[in-house]
C-alpha cells in the first residue's frame, strides 16, 4: 500500500525538503499558471462589467455603419464541414458577412459540395487551386478575393457561436490600435474519444483562461488560425500570411512588430474539430511546438536585438514563450534526474504527491475556466471534471515527451521544412529563403 510509505514520509519533511521535493510546482508552476489564472477573476471579469456600456455602444454603432465583414476559409478535403460551417454562419447575430472558401488542391468531393452551396447562396465566393500551395497560399488566396473591412480566418472544419462575428470583430470598434483579435477556441468533437476530451480540457486553461490573461497582461503571441479576426488595412501592410507550419504564431508577431495590439475576445466562441487519436494528436503538437522554434528562435529573433522590431512588450510576449515553453521543459528531466539520484528511496510519493498537487492546480484552472465563460458553458464542457484525474498525465508526460521531440528534432534537423503539411516545393522556396 502507497498510504503507509506517503505518511512516513511526510512525518520527515521539514520546509527545505518540501522545497527541494517539490520545487518545480511551488516555485514555477503554481505561479505561472494557477496564480496567473487568479487574474482573470480578479481583474478581466471585473473590467468586463466596467465596459459593459462602452460594449453595447459599440455594438450599436458597428449595427449602425454595417461594415462588410469577410470570412475566409482555407483547406484541402474538407468538404464534409462546409455545410456546418456556412449554416452556423447563416444564423449569425451580425449579417453583413461574406464568406469565401479556397479550396487548395482537394482530391475529395469538396469541389462538389462547395459548388453545390454557392449556388444556393451559402457559399459567396467557391475558389478552386487545382495544384495545392499550403495553406497560407490558399489564405492568401481568399484574402485577395475577400472584399470585407474586417478578415475572419476560421478553419473549415470549425462551426460558430450564433453571436460569434460581432463578438470578435467589437474589439475593433473600441481601440484602433487593436490588428488582430482572437476568438476562443473550443472543441466540437469532445465525446468522440479519450483523446478529445483530454484537448477540450485542455483548450479551456490554455485558450480560454492562458489566452485571456496574457491578453490582459498585453503579451499575447498567437492568433488562432481555427479563429482569428483581422484589419484588412493590417494583413494588407504584412502582405498577407506566410508559408509554413506555425503561420498563425508569425503573423501574430508581424503584426505586434508593426506596433498594434492582438487580444483575445473569450466570449467569441468557436468550435473546432480535434484529432480523434493519440497518435493523430501527437503528429498535430509535433507540428506546433517545432513552429515555435522555427518563428520565435530564429524568423523572429530581431524581437530580442537592438531593432526597429524591438519594445519591451513584445520582447516579454516572447521571451515568455520560450522561457516557459522550451527552457523551462528542460526542468522537468532536470528534476527527474535530481530525484533519482538523491531521493531514490521515496520516488513513488514524491511522484504520487505531485499527481495530487497538478490534480488541485487543474481543478482550479477548470474552475476559473467556466467562471469565465459561464454565460456560454455547456453541459458538455461541464462533464470535461470527470477527467481531471488524467489531467497530469496527460500534459505532465504525454504532451511533455512530444514536445522536448519536436523541440530537439527542429533544433537538429530543422524538420518543419519537411512536414507534409506543406507542398515541398513551397518548403523547399521557404528554407532558401529562411521564412
Known amino acids: 500500500m502507497l498510504i503507509d510509505p506517503v505518511f512516513d514520509f511526510i512525518e520527515q519533511l521539514t520546509f527545505w525538503k518540501v522545497i527541494a521535493y517539490f520545487w518545480p510546482f511551488f516555485f514555477i508552476d503554481i505561479i ?33 455603419e454595417k461594415p462588410l465583414i469577410s470570412i475566409i476559409v482555407p483547406g484541402k478535403n474538407e468538404g464534409q464541414h462546409i455545410p456546418r460551417l456556412a449554416e452556423s454562419l447563416h444564423h449569425q447575430t451580425y449579417q453583413n458577412i461574406e464568406l469565401v472558401i479556397v479550396d487548395d488542391g482537394s482530391d475529395d468531393n469538396t469541389p462538389h459540395i462547395c459548388r453545390q452551396l454557392e449556388k444556393e447562396g451559402k457559399i459567396d465566393r467557391f475558389i478552386r487551386n487545382n495544384v495545392r500551395g499550403g495553406k497560407a497560399s490558399a489564405a492568401n488566396t481568399a484574402l485577395r478575393y475577400a472584399k470585407g473591412k474586417y478578415i475572419v480566418h476560421i478553419d473549415a472544419d470549425s462551426h460558430l457561436a450564433h453571436d460569434t462575428i460581432e463578438t470578435i470583430v467589437l474589439p475593433f470598434i473600441l481601440d484602433d490600435n487593436i490588428g488582430a483579435v482572437g476568438g476562443d477556441v473550443r472543441v466540437a468533437n469532445t465525446e468522440t474519444s479519450l483523446a478529445t476530451s483530454l484537448q477540450a480540457f485542455e483548450y479551456l486553461k490554455a485558450i480560454t483562461i492562458g489566452r485571456t490573461v496574457s491578453s490582459n ?28 507550419p506555425g503561420l498563425d504564431g508569425d503573423i501574430t508577431l508581424k503584426i505586434r512588430k508593426l506596433g498594434y495590439r492582438v487580444i483575445h475576445e473569450p466570449e467569441a466562441a468557436c468550435y473546432t474539430n480535434v484529432p480523434t487519436s493519440f497518435s493523430k494528436l501527437a503528429k498535430q503538437r509535433f507540428r506546433w511546438d517545432r513552429s515555435m522554434v522555427r518563428f520565435r528562435v530564429r524568423k523572429h529573433k530581431d524581437i530580442f536585438m537592438p531593432s526597429k522590431s524591438f519594445t519591451a512588450v513584445n520582447f516579454i510576449s516572447s521571451f515568455e514563450n520560450i522561457f516557459f515553453n522550451l527552457l523551462l521543459n528542460l526542468k522537468w528531466w532536470v528534476y527527474i534526474i535530481q530525484i533519482i539520484i538523491f531521493s531514490s528511496q521515496w520516488i513513488p510519493v514524491i511522484f504520487f504527491i505531485n499527481y495530487l498537487l497538478y490534480t488541485l492546480a487543474n481543478l482550479l484552472q477548470f474552475i476559473v475556466g467556466c467562471l469565465v465563460i459561464k454565460d456560454k458553458l ?56 529562411k521564412l
Do not use: C, N
Open 217 to 244: 497582461l498585453g503579451i499575447l503571441r498567437i492568433i488562432a488560425g481555427a479563429h482569428g479576426a483581422f484589419r484588412r488595412d493590417v494583413l494588407e501592410r504584412i502582405y498577407g500570411w506566410d508559408i509554413g
Open 32 to 64: 505561472r499558471y494557477v496564480l496567473a489564472d487568479m487574474i482573470v477573476l480578479i481583474y478581466h471579469m471585473p473590467k468586463r462589467r466596467r465596459e459593459k456600456t462602452q460594449r453595447s455602444r459599440a455594438r450599436a454603432r458597428l449595427f449602425k
Open 378 to 433: 455547456t453541459k458538455t464542457e461541464l462533464k470535461l471534471i470527470a477527467f481531471l484525474p488524467l489531467m497530469p498525465i496527460y500534459t505532465g508526460l504525454y504532451l511533455r515527451v512530444v514536445r522536448t521531440y519536436a523541440y530537439l528534432m527542429e533544433f537538429v534537423h530543422k524538420v518543419s521544412y519537411y512536414d507534409p503539411w506543406t507542398p515541398w516545393k513551397v518548403s523547399r522556396i521557404a528554407k532558401k529563403e
